[in-house]
Every structure is written in C-alpha cells, then in structure tokens.
C-alpha cells in the first residue's frame, strides 16, 4: 500500500470506530482479514495511525473546527502530531489511486492557521467532564494521572499459577519461548511482558496448560486483597460479577473452600469454563437473574463476595483509548444505580463476620466513592475493613505492603496507572456485623 492509501484506510477505521461499540483492536483485526493484500508493514502503520488519532481526538476536533470524520482527524494527526507541512499533506490528498481525494480551501486553512487557543483541558486527552472529575479527585496530580491513563505504553501482566508451577519455573519457560519476563513489583505471583507489540501469549504452551493468565497487576491485587487476613481453606467465596473469570481464578489460588462464579450473562460463564480446566480449578458456575435470582440458597452463608461491578472501564483507557470518547456523564449515573442496586443484591450472601469487597476498573468517582458511600449509608450493617487489615496475604511483596499502606484510605483503595503502574483500580472492603 502507498502511503497515501493507508491514511484512507485509517479514515475509514475510525469512521467505523464511531459507529460501533467494538474495540479498536477488533475493528483492525476485521480490517486486515478483509484487505488482505495489506501485509504486516501497511497493518502496523494503520494501527499507529487510529491509536495515535485517538489518543489526540479531543486536540484534532478542536483544531478542525468540530468535524470528527475519520478524514479530518487524519488531516489533523499529519499536522499537529507529525508536524508535517502542508506542501506534505497536500501531496498524499492527491486523489490518485486509493488515496484520499484534495484538501478542500476549509481543512488547508484550519491545518495552516488554527484559530485562537483550545481550552486547557483538551491537552489531557480525556473528555471534558472526565478533566473535571480528575481535577476533584487528584487535585494538582489530575494531569498526571490523566497522562499515564491515556498513554500506549501498556504492559502484558501474566499471573503464574501457583497450583501447577513456580514463578521461576513460569519465567524459565517464557524464557526458552524467546520473550524477557519481568518481575512484578507488588504482586509475587506476576511476571511483566514488556514487548512491543504485546506478544501472543495464548498461543504458548504453559498458557494453554494453565501454568499463566493474562491478568493485569492491578487485577491480581485485587484478588489478593480480597482474601487478605482471612483463611478461605473452608470458606464459601462467590465472584458475583465473574465476567471473564480472571478473578475467580484468582481468588482460587488462595485456597479456597467453596468457590462460586456467578453471572448473569450464560455466554460469559460459558467461557469462564475452559478457564477452569485449565487451571485445574474447581468452582461452581451459578446464572444470575435480572434481580439477582439464582443465589437464594447462599444468602447469608457466604464467608467472602467479590463484587467486580460492571463499570465504565475508564481505568483500563491506556489499552482502550477509543472507550474514553464512548463514555457520557449519564452513562456514569447509569452505572452508578446499577453498582449500587448489585451491591446491595451481593450483600444478602455474605454471613454475619463474613467479607464484602467491592470492586471497580473505573478511575471515576462516581462509580467509585459515590457508589461505596451510597451503600454504606444504606446497610449500616457493614462496617469498614481497613486496607491495612488485608495486606498480610503472602501473594503481595513487601514493597506491595508499603506501596498500599501508603496509597490506602482507611477501607478504601485507589490503584492507578501513575501510582502503581497498574490498570486503574478502585476497591472497598466491608464486614457484615455478626
């Protein structure tokens, strides 16, 4: 493909990126089975053309006067992200071939002579009432935090099953697969792929034999922070939102009695079960109806309920920059009823003395601390769990304890990627008063 060609096919991604809900990554994958005659180069090169355009989406909207097709923001990325000059730009508008038709008198002068200033917050590459939610949750670090956010460089986190092999045995194997695994630093059981692009690891053999997950540090933590200070050897454990399953297998690695993954999408716990085998984990799968139905048996019997509530994702931004332009203030007031009304259906399983954790990927505070404080006013019986009460479990470091401590709110945590260099993370945990 020329270079011409592939700005007009980046176009026409991102193009099909506004209309849909699916994933950048899937609509290239798409792209390429249908293009076939593009090879690796013109792929690559497309795919560094949508993500660096939506990661500058706010910037080359404003500075192509509020157009958002796919077209514009590629005239726009040339200027203001390559600092290619017009003469530049004009030659690969030519029209020729499969390449984009000439730039009109309107897109030459608003890549030429921009008018005025954008407002501040178009910098941060987040959306503007995201700016807005940083700025009272971060204070003088918001742009900080936004900056790690919305950046590419995103690891690929493994956590070693412990049951089938040893984190020195797991980065032996990654080793002799020609990869250069990496230590995580707050989780024992993590290894960091720190390739670019990231690697296929589902294609290598310890992952198919369940000796590794893909699971973001962040994630494992969670996990981890969950179990902490409770012996879970003949606990009932139930993941009430196990979507994909990467926590369930988390919890089970704590050696846990019982464990339950309850959903209420058939098809994702469908896909929880091969999972399962290959961990050699054992755990029941239980389908949640719309209020919650299908778990009456466990009320008030469950020692510990992970509550990983659906939630805007804003924390994983970094591996999804196109989900930041999807969201809307009231799609986050949506979320916040729906997180409050599961929390309190997740609530009813747990015992007397037994654990409440509630869990997010959201960087914002109204999935966050306007959920948790909701609920706490509501079920005044379910007290406060300090994080510090947690953090003895041996699947964290010692620089995890520390880090934490440090980080900890009294029962609630914040992991972020300027923090921890994690997937954002918010946590909560509670005890049910006996």
Request: hydrophobic share 40%; glycine share 12%; with cysteine.
């Given at each position: 493909m020329t270079p011409a060609a592939r700005l007009s096919a980046a176009a026409s991604i991102l193009d099909s990126l506004a209309q849909g809900r699916q994933p950048a990554e899937v609509v290239l994958k798409e792209w390429g089975r249908a293009n076939r005659y593009a090879g690796s180069g013109d792929r690559r090169a497309i795919a560094d053309r949508v993500y660096r355009v939506i990661r500058a989406r706010a910037r080359l909207v404003w500075a192509m006067g509020g157009r958002e097709d796919g077209?514009?923001?590629?005239?726009?990325?040339?200027?203001?992200?390559?600092?290619?000059?017009l003469e530049e730009i004009e030659a690969l508008h030519?029209?020729?071939?499969?390449?984009?038709?000439?730039?009109?008198?309107?897109?030459?002068?608003?890549?030429?002579?921009?008018?005025?200033?954008?407002?501040?917050?178009?910098?941060?590459?987040?959306?503007?009432?995201?700016?807005?939610?940083?700025k009272a949750t971060f204070g003088d670090r918001w742009a900080e935090e936004a900056e790690a956010l919305m950046s590419p460089r995103a690891p690929s986190d493994l956590r070693v099953n412990g049951a089938k092999t040893s984190e020195d045995a797991a980065e032996a194997e990654l080793r002799e697969a020609g990869l250069s695994p990496e230590r995580t630093p707050w989780s024992v059981w993590g290894l960091r792929l720190a390739a670019e692009p990231p690697p296929n690891v589902q294609a290598l053999e310890g992952f198919k034999a369940g000796r590794f997950e893909i699971q973001d540090e962040g994630s494992q933590m969670v996990c981890w922070l969950s179990g902490g200070g409770l012996d879970l050897s003949g606990a009932v454990v139930v993941d009430y939102c196990a979507g994909g399953g990467g926590k369930t297998l988390g919890l089970a690695?704590?050696?846990?009695?019982?464990?339950?993954?309850?959903?209420?999408?058939?098809?994702?716990?469908?896909?929880?079960?091969?999972?399962?085998?290959?961990?050699?984990?054992?755990?029941?799968?239980?389908?949640?109806?719309?209020?919650?139905?299908?778990?009456?048996?466990?009320?008030?019997?469950?020692?510990?309920?992970?509550?990983?509530?659906?939630?805007?994702?804003?924390?994983?931004?970094?591996?999804?920059?196109?989900?930041?332009?999807?969201?809307?203030?009231?799609?986050?007031?949506?979320?916040?009823?729906?997180?409050?009304?599961i929390l309190g259906r997740a609530a009813a399983l747990v015992k007397p003395g037994g654990r409440l954790v509630y869990v997010t990927c959201s960087m914002l505070t109204g999935e966050n601390e306007k959920t948790a404080d909701a609920f706490e006013a509501a079920h005044q019986d379910f007290r406060p769990v300090a994080v510090g009460d947690a953090l003895g479990n041996p699947a964290f470091s010692d620089a995890a304890r520390e880090h934490l401590a440090r980080f900890a709110k009294g029962h609630r945590l914040r992991l972020s990627p300027a923090t921890s260099g994690t997937d954002g993370f918010f946590a909560a945990l509670y005890e049910r008063a006996g």
């Open positions: 077209r514009a923001l590629v005239i726009g990325s040339l200027a203001l992200i390559d600092g290619m000059p030519s029209g020729d071939g499969y390449g984009p038709k000439p730039l009109s008198k309107q897109e030459r002068a608003r890549i030429t002579a921009p008018e005025g200033q954008p407002p501040g917050w178009i910098a941060s590459g987040l959306p503007e009432f995201v700016v807005e939610d940083f690695q704590q050696g846990v009695g019982t464990l339950i993954a309850a959903d209420i999408s058939m098809k994702r716990l469908d896909a929880i079960r091969p999972r399962l085998e290959r961990a050699g984990v054992d755990a029941e799968l239980r389908l949640l109806g719309a209020d919650g139905e299908g778990v009456e048996d466990l009320v008030g019997g469950a020692d510990l309920v992970l509550v990983d509530a659906p939630c805007s994702g804003s924390g994983t931004w970094r591996r999804r920059p196109e989900d930041a332009w999807r969201l809307k203030a009231d799609e986050v007031e949506r979320l916040h009823k729906l997180q409050l009304a």
